[in-house]
T-cell receptor, first 111, second 114 residues
Framework: LAKTTQPISMDSYEGQEVNITCSHN???????ITWYQQFPSQGPRFIIQ???TKVTNEVASLFIPADRKSSTLSLPRVSLSDTAVYYC????????????FGKGTTLSVSS | EAQVTQNPRYLITVTGKKLTVTCSQN?????MSWYRQDPGLGLRQIYY???????DKGDVPEGYKVSRKEKRNFPLILESPSPNQTSLYFC?????????????FGSGTQLSVL
């Protein structure tokens, strides 16, 4: 399984756009990229998932360059409630394999 | 409401006393898994199950057992708990969507082993 590397922490202010980059140099052809958000004492929550190029939903955008060795989660106009830990996962396009969450990126949003 | 339900939410026990943490999902998902979360270590997978009666080890399976006798239930069993198993535990169910696997997590079980 591809190992991922993310910044340990990031700080931002309300209203700013936040970009969190994840490196996955050993990503395999069948691997997809998924981001989860976790608030303290809660289980992680699915944010967005993609395989290549750009994916956008009502919460975030995910940018994946052509070589797929990295990906960037973009959160537009963050608010205090976006303070959380964000995890980047890389896994095969099949369920059941052991997913590795890593330590994630702690995003702190201030007013 | 679609959800993954874990019980209990909090559990304090003593070393060696067998315990079971239950997990149930109502989304008819094929796949289920257990994770533990420790400060500074992130989430680590303990066991996962691809279907009824099909389970496999994750990253940190030592000291844990699981069973999947029904599709909706996936209990985590600690036969002889030890203090190093004090942790926050999460159960998840998942399905294989168009892009790949998507996990849905329970609210967690905070376990303290004295």
């Amino acid at each position: 399984l591809a190992k991922t590397t993310q910044p340990i922490s990031m700080d931002s202010y309300e209203g700013q756009e936040v970009n969190i980059t994840c490196s996955h140099n050993n990503i395999a052809t069948n691997d997809y990229i998924t981001w989860y958000q976790q608030f303290p004492s809660q289980g992680p929550r699915f944010i967005i998932q993609g395989y290549k190029t750009k994916v956008t939903n009502e919460v975030a955008s995910l940018f994946i360059p052509a070589d797929r060795k990295s990906s960037t989660l973009s959160l537009p106009r963050v608010s205090l409630s976006d303070t959380a830990v964000y995890y980047c996962l890389v896994g095969a396009k099949q369920a059941g394999t052991a997913l590795i969450f890593g330590k994630g990126t702690t995003l702190s949003v201030s007013s | 409401e679609a959800q993954v339900t874990q019980n209990p939410r909090y559990l304090i026990t003593v070393t060696g006393k067998k315990l079971t943490v239950t997990c149930s999902q109502n989304m008819n998902h094929e796949y289920m898994s257990w994770y533990r979360q420790d400060p500074g270590l992130g989430l680590r997978q303990i066991y996962y199950s691809m279907n009824v009666e099909v389970t496999d080890k994750g990253d940190v399976p030592e000291g844990y057992k699981v069973s999947r006798k029904e599709k909706r239930n996936f209990p985590l069993i600690l036969e002889s708990p030890s203090p190093n198993q004090t942790s926050l535990y999460f159960c998840a169910s998942s399905f294989l969507g168009q892009g790949g696997e998507k996990l849905f997590f329970g609210s967690g079980t905070q376990l303290s082993v004295l």
